[in-house]
């Protein structure tokens, strides 16, 4: 797939300095990334940021999509509105990889005003070195599309 390397990335004003650190981390690991802002840190709303990248993700043009606001929760609760969406928010490594092993996760939200810059740097790595581990696993992912039918 031609977008296996891609991934799109938004914030609301909460997390700028945030998001651009990542952008910069995953970049330097070979993603190739589209930061579709804010640019600037007026104020914005977490849902329009959240449910613009989680439709970019469902569309199939990026393999992930990061999200950050000041939790990560109002984000991830927009993007998980947008079907074929899965977004978990992390706030620990362990749960960063399990969600794409169990859940196959195919978004990541971090809260900026809960973790600090190295930690929320190990979470991405956590979340986009992961596979989804199929299996019995696959069958309850199913079943959560089903729920959004
Ligand atoms: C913005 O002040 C804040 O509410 C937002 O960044 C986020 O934490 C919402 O879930």
């Not at 914030?11 to 579709?36: F, P, T």
């Amino acid at each position: 797939m031609g977008h296996d390397r891609r991934l799109v990335i938004t914030s609301d004003h909460a997390a700028i300095e945030l998001r651009r650190a990542i952008v910069d981390h995953v970049v330097a690991q070979g993603w190739e990334v589209d930061d579709i802002g804010p640019k600037t840190a007026e104020s914005t709303p977490y849902p329009e940021r959240g449910a613009e990248a989680a439709r970019l993700v469902a569309d199939g043009q990026y393999r992930f999509g990061i999200l950050l606001c000041g939790t990560g929760q109002g984000i991830m609760m927009a993007a998980n509105k947008i079907k074929g969406v899965r977004c978990g928010v992390c706030l620990d490594t362990f749960s960063a990889r399990m969600i794409r092993q169990h859940n196959d996760a195919n978004m990541l939200s971090l809260g900026a005003r809960v973790v600090g810059l190295g930690l929320a740097l190990e979470i991405v790595d956590a979340f986009l070195s992961a596979e989804f581990e199929g299996g019995r696993h696959a069958t309850r992912v199913e079943m959560i599309t089903a729920l959004e039918g």
